[in-house]
């Protein structure tokens, strides 16, 4: 478990998390409201050197980085209303780009995570800090010990 003391922390370890990152590599912030996730995405983002957000305006439940090492594509589960519309989207067609998905609140679709996903979680211990751990894949996910 890692703490983290500052928005700029949590920016600093999604930094250094990039850089093992590799094209097809899926990243699962899990954790509540606040916890830090979008931060870690941004840190996550700046690490590959992604600066621009190519996003489509009209498209905007996925965010795409790119300019970088690898382009990026954020998605926000909380947003998204059922497995279904996540796959209406292209999930699918996401995951296979050579590119790094990054997913806040994956837990809510856990079965939707390919089995390589790397699954983080965050809290918010303190108005002040943050912690994050990688934990295991949750189960009713492709990852998990007896999946579906
Ligand atoms: N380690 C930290 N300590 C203090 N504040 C933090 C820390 N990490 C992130 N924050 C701040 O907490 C707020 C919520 O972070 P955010 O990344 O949006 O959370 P989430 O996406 O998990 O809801 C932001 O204002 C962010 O700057
Ligand atoms: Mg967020």
Redesign the pocket.
Known sequence: MTT????D??FEWGRQLAGGLRAGDVIALC?N????????TKGIVAGLGAVADVTSPTFTLVHEYGGGSLPVFHFDFYRMESEDEVVSLGWDEYLDEPGVVIV?WADRFPRLMPKNTRWFR?ANVS????TVQEASPPAWSAGAETPL
């Open positions: 983290l003391r500052s928005a922390e949590t954790g409201l606040g916890a830090g996730k979008t931060q870690a806040e965050l108005e002040n800090a943050r």
